[in-house]
């Protein structure tokens, strides 16, 4: 992980428009102005963010970076390592018809979270295993499905869970080619692979 002070320096405001969404109503940003939202990283966000999109409830998404250092981040930077981001996705849903649980189950089977700074095939701090929550009560809850989680993965022969687990930092968005990229390119490259082990919350 990079040090701050080693930390690219950024920019003041995004170099970008932020885009429509290609699957929900309105622009990508909406997803922010939801009470009910969390930021998932699970490698790959191209993939992540297409299973959430797909997730019944689930009434916003948004690719994008958080977790490190530089404001305002591109792609480009982001794969040097050197900002100390990792790739996430911003999920926004209704708890009429969907709860917090069942996402959090959906997000500890759904990738492997034991990996440290990678995920499958792709290596490095970008890839990490991140899950970033945005009040207290959420976060306690987290907290307790990874310990929850942790038992069945030792009891399937795994490693210690490596998902740092927080109070939501600032979330930027990802460039416009990004979001909603497996819709806009539905052959492309998705590295989404859980464990097989069920997550039972």
């Not at 050197?82 to 999920?91: F, I, L, R």
């Not at 089977?109 to 995920?119: I, N, S």
Request: proline share 4%; glycine share 10%.
């Amino acid at each position: 992980m990079v040090a701050e002070h080693d930390a690219l320096p950024g920019r003041d405001d995004y170099s970008f428009d932020i885009a429509d969404h290609t699957i929900f109503a309105g622009k990508v940003s909406e997803v922010m102005n939801h009470p009910n939202k969390l930021i998932v990283g699970m490698g790959c966000f191209w993939g992540v963010e297409r299973l959430f999109w797909q997730t019944e409830g689930v009434i916003a998404t948004a690719s994008g970076y958080a977790g490190g250092f530089t404001p305002y981040p591109i792609y480009d930077e982001i794969c040097t390592g050197k900002t100390g981001h990792t790739e996430v996705v911003a999920v926004a849903w209704d708890p009429e018809k969907i709860s917090l649980k069942q996402l959090l189950a959906i997000f500890w089977q759904e990738h492997d979270p034991t990996q440290g700074m990678r995920q499958g095939n792709d290596q490095g701090t970008q890839y990490r295993s991140a899950l970033y929550l945005f009040n207290e009560d959420d976060l306690a809850l987290a907290r307790a499905s990874a310990e929850q989680f942790q038992g069945r993965l030792t009891d399937s022969g795994y490693r210690q869970i490596t998902t740092e687990i927080a109070l939501a930092p600032i979330f930027y968005y990802a460039e416009p080619y990004h979001q909603q990229y497996l819709d806009k390119n539905p052959g492309g490259y998705c590295g989404l692979k859980g464990t097989g082990v069920v997550c039972m919350l």
